[in-house]
C-alpha cells in the first residue's frame, strides 16, 4: 500500500480528501500482518471494547454515520442501540479482520465517489446535536480528525499486540 499525504493539487478540496484517505490508510496499514488472535484482544483492562477489530469496525460505521445518515439524511441502521452504543465494537470480535478491512475499503471508494459528486459547501440533510447542519467541508474535517485520532489508539494497540511500531 502507498499512502501519501500530499495532495496533486493545492486546492481545498485536494488537500481535504488527501489527508481523510492518508489517514484511512494509515489505519488500514497499522492492521497489516497482525494474527486474527492479536486483532480481537482487548488489553487495555480500562478499555475492553478497545481492539484493533473494534477500532476498524468503528472507523466504518463512524463514516456511514455521517454520510448516509447525517450528510444524505438516510435512516440509521448502524449496529448500536440504546442500550448498546458501542455495539460497533463489540461485535467486531466476531468477524475476522480480513473482512472488516474489505468492508472499510469498499465503503471508503463509495464515498470517495459522494464527496466528488458533492460541493464542499453542500449542507447536510440532518443537523448535528445543537441543531445546525453541518456542511460537506466540515464532515471530511471531522473525519480526519476521529480517524488520526484513532490512529493513535490504533499505534498503541499494535505495539502491545506483537510489537510492531512506525506504520
Known sequence: MTRTDTPTAWDERSALT??????????????????????????????????????????????????????????????????????????AVDVPLADLLADYEAQTARYRELVAAHELDAVAERPIRDGRHPNLRWILLHLVEETSRHNGHLDLLRELADGTTGV
Not at 473494534?54 to 454515520?65: C, D, S, T
Not at 455521517?66 to 441502521?77: A, I, Q, R
Open 18 to 91: 488527501t489527508l481523510l484517505d492518508y489517514a484511512r490508510d494509515t489505519a488500514r496499514a497499522k492492521c497489516e500482518g497482525v494474527t486474527p488472535e492479536r486483532a480481537r484482544s482487548a488489553p487495555l483492562p480500562g478499555s475492553p471494547l478497545m481492539t484493533l477489530s473494534g477500532l476498524i469496525n468503528h472507523l466504518r460505521w463512524v463514516e456511514y454515520y455521517w454520510f448516509e445518515v447525517v450528510f444524505l439524511g438516510g435512516e440509521d441502521e448502524g449496529p448500536w442501540t440504546e442500550e448498546d452504543p458501542d455495539r460497533e465494537m463489540r461485535i
